[in-house]
């Protein structure tokens, strides 16, 4: 199912972020977590994972394995922070990434609460995704509110903080990319002042081409316009593949195949954080990938990974979040990606 909009890709989905997640009082939450169950600590497991385990290094850099709370928001909803990331924990998560903070039916959490949560987890928050823009002029969004959204991030220790929003708010002609891109170069400039990154998560319609000139890529025109120093990128795999899958041809039928991997290995310091989310290969689908659980997929995420971090000075430059948008049981999920990333081991 897609989650892009016409006149923004997937601002509309991720603005439901910003009131996902919170944080249950601690007894009944507890007693939430006992009815449940509590699924078992990461370990390789059977299967693919089994399969991909060798002798070799490890793919996965140790302290970098992270999850997108999005994935869990279920969990986080009924349970509160402090039971789902005792299951983080237990799974071998080094790192959460945002979503939001709160979540209205569970109730308030201070910041500096949800910080110490995650330490006390042997968590690293280490990023967020946060709203574009709005038309309400009180949206918390980059756009609107840039200095409160900031603020909290600071408040939360995260080094990025970032939006899962394409620049589509002019358009997808090249000139209304530069322009989102120059406002993408003043969050990142803002971000930087504070020792932060700003950085922006794809979906697939990033891949397009320009309405207005159909032999330039929208990407690169990103890419090419915002400032390597201010703006940064978090690949979303899949979409990445799904975007490779949708525009390999201009809308001329002439061929513009690419290789998502090619643009990390090319500017591999514009990439500090990626998402790890898997998909079955299905030409009948729109984007032609089913969604799944990571390692149930046919992304090789051996060999992406291996291919980043075997860079010179890059094996412990980036951070890969696992995600699945809407996973059947998100703790399964997240114990079942853990285990499988943690299996796979480079080629001697």
């Not at 439901?16 to 449940?36: F, P, Y």
């Not at 990023?127 to 900031?150: C, E, I, M």
């Not at 697939?204 to 400032?227: C, I, M, N, Q, W």
């Not at 979409?239 to 061929?255: E, K, L, Q």
Request: hydrophobic residues 40%; glycine residues 8%.
């Amino acid at each position: 199912m897609s989650r892009i909009s016409d006149t923004d890709p997937a601002l509309t989905h991720r603005l439901t972020r910003r009131v996902m997640l919170g944080v249950a009082a601690g007894a009944s939450a507890a007693a939430l977590l006992g009815t449940a169950g509590t699924p078992a600590a990461a370990a390789p497991s059977t299967g693919t994972a089994a399969s991909a385990a060798g002798r070799g290094r490890p793919v996965l850099p140790p302290g970098r394995l992270g999850i997108q709370l999005y994935s869990l928001r279920d969990k986080v909803s009924t349970l509160g922070f402090a039971p789902v990331f005792a299951e983080l924990e237990k799974y071998g998560y080094d790192e959460v990434e945002f979503a939001g903070y709160t979540q209205g039916s569970a109730g308030p959490i201070t910041l500096a609460r949800l910080k110490r949560l995650a330490r006390d987890h042997g968590l690293t928050p280490i990023g967020s995704h946060v709203g574009y823009y709005s038309d309400d002029p009180n949206a918390y969004t980059f756009a609107q509110n840039l200095t409160k959204v900031l603020d909290d991030a600071q408040a939360l220790g995260l080094k990025h903080i970032g939006t899962a929003s394409g620049p589509f708010r002019y358009g997808s002609t090249v000139d209304a990319w530069k322009r989102a891109a120059e406002e993408f170069n003043t969050y990142g400039a803002a971000a930087r002042a504070r020792g932060m990154k700003f950085y922006q998560h794809n979906h697939s319609d990033e891949f397009g081409f320009a309405s207005d000139d159909p032999k330039v890529r929208l990407y690169d025109v990103l890419l090419a316009e915002t400032d390597p120093d201010l703006v940064f990128l978090e690949m979303d795999i899949f979409w990445a593949y799904a975007g490779r899958f949708r525009f390999s041809r201009r809308p001329d039928g002439t061929a513009a195949p690419f290789e998502p991997l090619d643009y990390v290995l090319k500017q591999p310091h514009r990439y500090p954080l990626f998402h790890v989310k898997d998909g079955v290969r299905d030409p009948s689908d729109q984007f032609g990938y089913r969604m799944v659980d990571v390692g149930d997929g046919d992304i090789d995420y051996r060999r992406f990974l291996s291919a980043v971090t075997r860079l010179r000075g890059e094996r412990l430059a980036h951070h890969w979040q696992a995600e699945h948008d809407n996973p059947v049981e998100s703790f399964a999920f997240a114990r079942k990606s853990s285990a499988h990333l943690h299996s796979l081991r480079e080629k001697c």
